[in-house]
């Protein structure tokens, strides 16, 4: 895993049973198209994007996302959930070079 990626992940600190919430995500990361080229050796600059976003709220996906090229440079991701119980909120980004990045964050239902 890349040192200079940083998934963060922003949700409200309690939440009432049955409560909608928002999920908000920012991963550090450049999303190089592919479509550039270095300017010193002339040679195209490899693609490497994050391609993928999955959610896992106690154990069930309630999100994935295939991400493309036109994607910007650090990523913003917003998305809503319903707040059935308190648990865990497991987010893992993917990108083109086979590495992945995980952030998790505890849910307070109560």
Partial sequence: MAKDIQPRVRIPSKLKPGEIFEVK???TH???SGRRVDQ???KPIPRDILN???AVY???EVLVADWHPALSANPF???YLKADKSGELKLTWSD???ETYTKTV???VG
């Fill in 25 to 27: 995500t920012l991963v």
């Fill in 106 to 108: 505890k849910v307070n």
């Fill in 58 to 60: 106690n154990g069930k």
């Fill in 52 to 54: 993928k976003l999955t």
């Fill in 77 to 79: 991701t917003s998305f």
């Fill in 96 to 98: 083109d070079k086979g």
């Fill in 30 to 32: 450049m999303m190089e």
């Fill in 40 to 42: 010193a050796s002339g």
